[in-house]
């Protein structure tokens, strides 16, 4: 049975004041259906319009949220050479979430992978998170606070490339996975790696990586020439990162 949340439940899910959510309502930028005089949001539906928002998020949002940061973060202190695969062998969404959930274990991370893995899978079940040209950015729908001690991003690499419901049809190849400790975190997160996807290239560089050390290396330059996370970049207005 779908769940269905109240006008103040969504507003602290989604973590926004109830007059904002009315206006959205009144607009139409969020599903929901008047009961009565009280309107009423399906959770699922909700989910939904939280991942195509993030997923159409504009510059000028990644900002925000990254500027939003108590310290400015370079993507590649987010990477770590152990968390990474760039092998994965999956022939399927749920091979390629169990390959990606073990990423963690085998770095000693985490002690087992049993509820990361049903967490992206439930995640998934609810909507795909394959974005186009290759990409998707699996997780589950709520951070596991208790699972990582830090904020890390994981990355596996398919050669072959799994169908993953990409709505441009074509076959998703790299799987960055948000291992975040709130929610907060795990928006900036995205946003990272929302900036990432739009360096002309990337994906060809991410792919023609030899060794998890030339990720590393990428990412690194990419630090000191294109993305530039810096609070004095941000506040000049150069919030793409891409000069």
């Not at 999956?90 to 085998?106: A, C, F, Q, R």
């Not at 076959?171 to 928006?187: G, I, Q, R």
Request: glycine share 4%; aromatic share 6%.
């Amino acid at each position: 049975m779908e769940k269905i949340l109240t006008l103040k439940e969504v507003a602290q899910y989604i973590k926004l004041n109830e007059r904002t959510i009315l206006k959205m309502v009144n607009k139409q930028e969020i599903p929901a259906k008047k009961i009565g005089n009280q309107w009423r949001f399906i959770l699922s539906k909700v989910d939904e319009w939280l991942t195509r928002e993030i997923k159409q998020v504009d510059t000028s949002d990644l900002n925000a949220l990254i500027k939003s940061e108590p310290h400015i973060i370079p993507i590649s202190r987010l990477f770590n050479e152990n968390l990474i695969n760039l092998n994965l062998q999956g022939n399927d969404k749920d091979e390629i979430l169990e390959e990606l959930s073990l990423i963690p274990v085998n770095a000693g991370t985490i002690k087992n992978n049993s509820e990361f893995h049903s967490k992206m899978k439930h995640r998934e079940e609810l909507m795909t998170t394959a974005l186009i040209n290759g990409f998707a950015i699996p997780h589950p729908r709520h951070p596991i606070n208790e699972l990582f001690s830090s904020p890390a991003i994981l990355l596996g690499r398919s050669i072959q490339g799994v169908d993953f419901g990409a709505s441009d049809k074509q076959k998703s190849h790299l799987f960055f996975v948000s291992c975040a400790t709130n929610e907060a975190v795990h928006l900036r997160l995205i946003a990272k790696l929302g900036r990432l996807f739009k360096v002309p290239g990337i994906f060809d560089k991410f792919m023609n990586a030899k060794e998890n050390s030339d990720i590393i290396k990428i990412l690194i330059d990419l630090d000191s020439t294109l993305l530039d996370f810096s609070r004095e970049a941000l506040s000049n207005g150069n919030g793409n990162g891409i000069k």
